[in-house]
């Protein structure tokens, strides 16, 4: 199409301004300049009528254009609305129709399509999410906006990306905001890239980010803070302070619950049972794990129920309940998804349980190979050792040690960093692996014992460590002699599943593992819907307090007892207190 200059467009202009002069002086229509007007009108009545058509079809079309838009308005409230509720898909759908409108703006498509690629994420829709959060980016870039948006979509892309990927996207925001000048920007990208470091498990390089980044943000920016003191956890954690890390992990969870975020909520409960596990208190990890249950069911997260599910098992099966876990495993399985991740939890946790109870069925849909390579390209060295591990348990059952020592040796070769919470990998290359890789993979548990100081835990797994090792070599006294020294930190820890591992080296059971710790009874399972404060008041219901009784024992208004009364009901599907001892008694053994 040809290009008119400002000159040609300038002479037109005033050629018509002259035309109409003339038009006025010789009396004619000033708009055709050849008819004359009637008495007292400027332009003829066939140019009259022309003008009042094309004012009633521009009003026609004002008015069809204000009642698309009302749509669109209307669309993105309700989006909003279900958002608000946690119907997430409902909310991506409502964003959906806001979009294919044919009268948006640029501005609100772009404004909308942000709330639509979040609420694609949080109802588990990874892939779609990770697309439209590049749409955005591209977007914001081509639009030459100011960086801020550009950075947060980035990091919105590298939340759901892979954690190598992810590294490379924070690198582009760092720099983004370098150019930009934007310190709080800076910073703030400086702590996510901590996040993906300590994902990697690369702590030292994790600390200057997040010393780098300080505690950033205004007094009132809940989740900046929450992040800010959740690495602070994790990293007194990884460097062996236990006590400074539950403490911090304690001051997250209250934090927590004045944000909005659920993704958040759900990370802060993930990571407290994660690092609860590493540092040796598995009881607490199955209470983390209770709670992010707890949120996923509660806010109709049903994407992210069978990755909750699939952690309680994990923590379950160190516990040494591995039927209830078995359960927790069933109910994970049975919403039959086909991501990578719930692929690789139900590899990395589901066969080991499935090769316990024995049910093949359920070994057979946790037991996928293309999983191994899936879990290879996360580039995380915890998730690489876990998955290898399991599938190595596996070809060893069925008979296939040649595939388990190649598997492991792949993943020694592969991983030289320090590994965190991983221990059945070091115990699985013990008992399966090949003796050249021996010294290795000692070094993963020495690495972890020098930077967590966690001499219990760690002693313990280097004991049972040894002890395979030293039968591998024909030294049985030696193998005997480790593992009834493991065996009984085990059971001092709670840690009953390497107590039944520590006894395959022993000729007759030595230590005695409590029935109360081998099993959930039907109450506790009950009760796992529940919340931490709930549950206190059920107790006190069952000990027969009234209701400002429990108010006066938990130190909480009478209103707020009867508030957690009607949650209670809900959840356990009964209408009064007799119906609650009832269900309650008919659940305990």
Same mark, same amino acid.
């Given at each position: 199409?040809?290009?008119?200059?400002?000159?040609?467009?300038?002479? %037109?202009?005033?050629?018509?301004?002259?035309?109409?002069?003339?038009?006025?002086?010789?009396?004619?229509?000033?708009?055709?300049?050849?008819?004359?007007?009637?008495?007292?009108?400027?332009?003829?009545?066939?140019?009259?009528?022309?003008?009042?058509?094309?004012?009633?079809? !521009?009003?026609?079309?004002?008015?069809?254009?204000?009642?698309?838009?009302?749509?669109?308005?209307?669309?993105?409230?309700?989006?909003?609305?279900?958002?608000?509720?946690?119907?997430?898909?409902?909310?991506?759908?409502?964003?959906?129709?806001?979009?294919?409108?044919?009268?948006?703006?640029?501005?609100? !498509?772009?404004?909308?399509?942000?709330?639509?690629?979040?609420?694609?994420?949080?109802?588990?829709?990874?892939?779609?999410?990770?697309?439209?959060?590049?749409?955005?980016?591209?977007?914001?870039?081509?639009?030459?906006?100011?960086?801020?948006?550009?950075?947060?979509?980035?990091?919105?892309?590298?939340?759901?990306?892979?954690?190598?990927?992810?590294?490379?996207?924070?690198?582009?925001?760092?720099?983004?905001?370098?150019?930009?000048?934007?310190?709080?920007?800076?910073?703030?990208?400086?702590?996510?890239?901590?996040?993906?470091?300590?994902?990697?498990?690369?702590?030292?390089?994790?600390?200057?980010?997040?010393?780098?980044?300080?505690?950033?943000?205004?007094?009132?920016?809940?989740?900046?803070?929450?992040?800010?003191?959740?690495?602070?956890?994790?990293?007194?954690?990884?460097?062996?302070?236990?006590? =400074?890390?539950?403490?911090?992990?304690?001051?997250?969870?209250?934090?927590?619950?004045?944000?909005?975020?659920?993704?958040?909520?759900?990370?802060?409960?993930?990571?407290?049972?994660?690092?609860?596990?590493?540092?040796?208190?598995?009881?607490?990890?199955? /209470?983390?794990?209770?709670?992010?249950?707890?949120?996923?069911?509660?806010?109709?997260?049903?994407?992210?129920?069978?990755?909750?599910?699939?952690?309680?098992?994990?923590?379950?099966?160190?516990?040494?309940?591995?039927?209830?876990?078995?359960?927790?495993?069933?109910?994970?399985?049975?919403?039959?998804?086909?991501?990578?991740?719930?692929?690789?939890?139900?590899?990395?946790?589901?066969?080991?349980?499935? @090769?316990?109870?024995?049910?093949?069925? $359920?070994?057979?849909?946790?037991?996928?190979?293309? $999983?191994?390579?899936?879990?290879?390209? /996360?580039?995380?060295?915890?998730?690489?050792?876990?998955?290898?591990?399991?599938?190595?348990?596996?070809?060893?059952?069925?008979?296939?040690?040649?595939?388990?020592?190649?598997?492991?040796?792949?993943?020694? =070769?592969?991983?030289?960093?320090?590994?965190?919470?991983?221990?059945?990998?070091?115990?699985?290359?013990?008992?399966?692996?090949?003796?050249?890789?021996?010294?290795? *993979?000692?070094?993963?548990?020495?690495?972890?014992?020098?930077?967590?100081?966690?001499?219990?835990?760690?002693?313990?797994?280097?004991?049972?460590?040894?002890?395979?090792?030293?039968?591998?070599?024909?030294?049985?006294?030696?193998?005997?002699?480790?593992?009834?020294?493991?065996?009984?930190?085990?059971?001092?820890?709670?840690?009953?599943?390497?107590?039944?591992?520590?006894?395959?080296?022993?000729?007759?059971?030595?230590?005695?593992?409590?029935?109360?710790?081998?099993?959930?009874?039907?109450?506790?399972?009950?009760?796992?819907?529940?919340?931490?404060?709930?549950?206190?008041?059920?107790? @006190? *219901?069952? %000990?027969?307090?009234?209701?400002?009784?429990?108010?006066?024992?938990?130190?909480?208004?009478?209103?707020?007892?009867?508030?957690?009364? /009607?949650?209670?009901?809900?959840?356990?599907?009964?209408?009064?207190?007799?119906?609650?001892?009832?269900?309650?008694?008919?659940?305990?053994?």
């Amino acid at each position: 199409m040809a290009i008119i200059s400002a000159s040609t467009l300038a002479k %037109k202009a005033q050629w018509i301004a002259r035309k109409r002069a003339e038009a006025r002086t010789a009396g004619v229509c000033t708009r055709c300049c050849k008819q004359r007007p009637d008495s007292g009108h400027k332009v003829c009545r066939f140019c009259e009528a022309s003008v009042s058509q094309y004012r009633r079809r !521009r009003r026609k079309l004002a008015l069809q254009r204000k009642e698309l838009q009302q749509v669109i308005i209307a669309h993105e409230r309700a989006g909003d609305i279900a958002t608000e509720h946690h119907l997430y898909e409902d909310a991506a759908q409502h964003y959906q129709y806001a979009m294919e409108s044919p009268v948006i703006t640029q501005n609100d !498509r772009l404004r909308i399509m942000e709330k639509l690629a979040y609420a694609v994420l949080l109802s588990g829709d990874i892939e779609a999410a990770d697309a439209l959060f590049s749409r955005l980016i591209s977007e914001y870039g081509d639009a030459a906006r100011e960086p801020g948006k550009i950075i947060e979509m980035i990091w919105q892309k590298a939340r759901v990306a892979v954690l190598p990927e992810a590294l490379s996207l924070l690198s582009q925001a760092i720099k983004l905001a370098e150019i930009a000048g934007n310190q709080r920007l800076l910073k703030l990208t400086h702590s996510r890239m901590a996040d993906c470091l300590m994902g990697l498990n690369r702590y030292d390089e994790a600390l200057s980010y997040v010393e780098t980044a300080g505690e950033r943000g205004d007094a009132g920016d809940t989740p900046t803070r929450i992040a800010y003191y959740l690495q602070k956890a994790m990293l007194a954690g990884a460097f062996g302070k236990s006590e =400074e890390a539950f403490e911090t992990f304690e001051h997250v969870v209250q934090m927590a619950k004045e944000t909005p975020d659920v993704l958040n909520i759900l990370r802060v409960w993930d990571s407290y049972g994660a690092w609860a596990q590493i540092l040796g208190n598995i009881t607490l990890s199955k /209470t983390c794990a209770e709670n992010a249950l707890l949120v996923v069911r509660k806010y109709h997260l049903t994407a992210y129920i069978p990755y909750s599910c699939l952690v309680y098992v994990r923590y379950l099966s160190c516990a040494g309940q591995y039927e209830t876990a078995h359960r927790y495993l069933l109910e994970a399985l049975s919403y039959e998804t086909q991501e990578d991740r719930i692929a690789i939890g139900l590899a990395r946790y589901g066969i080991p349980i499935a @090769l316990y109870v024995k049910n093949e069925a $359920t070994l057979a849909k946790c037991a996928r190979p293309s $999983t191994i390579d899936a879990a290879f390209r /996360t580039g995380v060295p915890n998730i690489i050792t876990d998955v290898a591990a399991a599938f190595a348990q596996w070809h060893a059952a069925c008979g296939r040690e040649r595939d388990a020592q190649k598997l492991l040796h792949r993943v020694t =070769e592969v991983v030289r960093v320090r590994i965190d919470g991983v221990w059945r990998f070091p115990i699985i290359a013990a008992q399966h692996g090949k003796l050249s890789d021996f010294p290795q *993979v000692r070094k993963m548990l020495e690495k972890t014992d020098a930077a967590l100081l966690h001499s219990d835990l760690t002693r313990a797994c280097l004991l049972l460590f040894d002890a395979f090792v030293a039968r591998r070599k024909g030294q049985h006294s030696e193998s005997r002699e480790y593992a009834r020294a493991a065996a009984e930190l085990f059971t001092t820890l709670g840690w009953y599943e390497y107590v039944d591992i520590a006894h395959e080296l022993l000729p007759s059971r030595t230590v005695v593992v409590p029935d109360a710790a081998k099993e959930y009874t039907a109450f506790t399972h009950l009760l796992s819907v529940l919340s931490i404060r709930e549950r206190q008041v059920v107790e @006190l *219901v069952l %000990k027969g307090h009234t209701n400002r009784a429990i108010g006066e024992a938990l130190s909480i208004a009478e209103r707020t007892v009867e508030s957690h009364m /009607t949650s209670i009901m809900s959840h356990l599907g009964v209408r009064s207190r007799h119906q609650l001892r009832d269900v309650t008694e008919e659940s305990v053994p």
